[in-house]
């Protein structure tokens, strides 16, 4: 099927709303970006998207439309892409999905449309990155580009200025296969062997896990010592397990949907998952 893209690009473009908050680049030897967010709010709500997969048949896409209202109309929520957010295909890896990746760039496109004023940066997945791998084009790049947003091809180092505070974020697609929980857990925590954060966030995993791990950092000011705990997140995904990859390689079912951390004035952060289902 033929596509008039740039012409559909920029009806899309059209419809962006400005963003809610102060997005700064700052110069940097190291993938950095600042967030000033208003004193006026009450509380941060942070909600990225992860590992959405659209053009794969086993997207749940009757969630994520749920998910992008509750994004769209929730004054307090920031988001992100953190990678993967369409199936892209290449003779190598061809994935799973009947759409080509212009008609899924396009409509990983029109699909974020709706929250961009609430999107901070743009990350690059293992599944965007097949074409890099192949050709050094990078279609997250494109993504990034589309939706007029910071571009991250591996890690982006987030500071939150909100209230007095400073909230360091570490965000990163993910990387690995870790299969069973307590793998997950490690995983999700290892970027502090080299680095401290207040928030490190992955997903790549398509499960949901969280972990508070204690932490003692050192004022810079007065030279004191105080507590400064990290939580660690692996957001899940929006992929339903039966009739896919995952079952039929007989890796572990994972939840769908999103993760979402409060950050409070006072320096607390509360994860917030969601286990849904009947309870007959
Ligand atoms: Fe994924």
Redesign the pocket.
Known sequence: MDFDFQTELEAIQKTFKKPVVKIVQPTSDLPELDVVVPDSWKQIQIAPL??V?IGNPQHDGKLLARHLKWIEETPDVLSWNG??MFENITDFKMGHTTKSNEEQLIEATETLASIKHKLLFSMA???EDRTYKHTHISSAKYLANNLQLPYFGDYCFLTVHWKGNRFRILAH??AGSAQTPGAQLNSARKELAWTTADLIWT????QNKVDVVYRVDYDQKNGRAFERDTIVIISP?Y?NYFGGYAAKMRMIPGVRGLSVATLNADGRIDANLHARGKRI
């Open positions: 992860y590992d997969h990678g993967d997945g293992n599944h697609h993910g997903g790549h995993l398509h995904s992929i």
